[in-house]
């Protein structure tokens, strides 16, 4: 099993990004994939999920209306498309499977906003 998040990097406040996910190894469409993130010295937190088939998704308060969820089950890719970026977005980025057989994690990717 692989999970391999791309596309972190840095952008200045206002910008946008786009992280992915591909993932290999197990039955991608039939996992709900989630991205999470974790800020020096705070907690891992979760910032949005889809469900397996794409039709539904839920984000954190805290992104909601900037950020979106979306995958692509024929390349067994989730990505996270990241709008109106904050300083207080600075943080890893790390993609999560999760079904059946249990939750898989990415090492992560490092997204820096700049002030």
């Known amino acids: 099993v692989q999970v391999v998040e791309s596309g972190g990097g840095l952008v200045q406040t206002g910008g946008s990004l786009r992280v992915s996910c591909a993932a290999s190894?197990?039955?991608?469409?039939?996992?709900?994939m989630s991205w999470y993130r974790q800020a020096p010295g705070k907690e891992r937190d979760l910032v949005a999920r889809?469900?397996?088939?794409?039709?539904?998704?839920n984000y954190s308060d805290s992104v909601k209306g900037r950020f979106t969820i979306s995958r692509d089950n024929s390349k067994n890719t989730v990505y996270l498309q990241m709008d109106s970026l904050k300083p207080e977005d600075t943080a890893v980025y790390y993609c999560?499977?999760?079904?059946?057989?249990?939750?898989?994690w990415g090492r992560g990717t490092q997204v820096t906003v700049s002030s």
């Open positions: 889809i469900n397996g088939a794409g039709g539904r998704t």
């Open positions: 190894g197990f039955t991608f469409s039939l996992y709900a």
């Open positions: 999560s499977a999760n079904g059946l057989r249990g939750t898989y």
